[in-house]
């Protein structure tokens, strides 16, 4: 079980992480792991199985989150802040972690894998 939850929790991660990989170069910045988290964290109660669909708040941090990792240094950042921190968030479904960014418009050009490299 605790595998599944550690498992989930980096699935969500990875959303995150796929969100601001395939980012295009756009005004803001990714300052701090605590704006990170506030981008996405409306998002749990979908990501939980809590919500039949995200709410347009987890929508719109998921988009706002894509936007504000506009280099590769603020995607890269954004990546490992969520890999450092999802270990600690348990109860996440990663099939639908996985299908938040088609829910909220947010094209992304692969799968949200645990094998994201952030340094890429």
């Known amino acids: 079980m605790a595998a599944s939850r550690a498992y989930a929790a ?12 395939s980012a295009a170069p756009a005004e803001g910045a990714v300052s701090s792991c605590g704006q990170v988290i506030g981008y996405i964290a409306p998002c749990l109660t979908y990501a939980m199985g809590n919500a039949p669909k995200p709410s347009g708040n987890c929508c719109s941090g998921v988009q706002s989150l894509n936007s504000a990792a506009a280099s590769t240094a603020d995607r890269q950042t954004t990546c490992s802040c969520l890999k450092q ?4 968030v348990g109860g996440l479904r990663p099939d639908l972690i996985a299908g938040i960014p088609g829910k909220c418009n947010v094209k992304i050009p692969y799968a949200i894998s645990p094998n994201t490299d952030c340094s890429k």
Do not use: D, I, P, S
Request: charged share 5%.
């Open 85 to 88: 921190r999802a270990g600690g």
């Open 10 to 21: 980096a699935t969500l991660a990875l959303l995150a992480a796929a969100l601001v990989l």
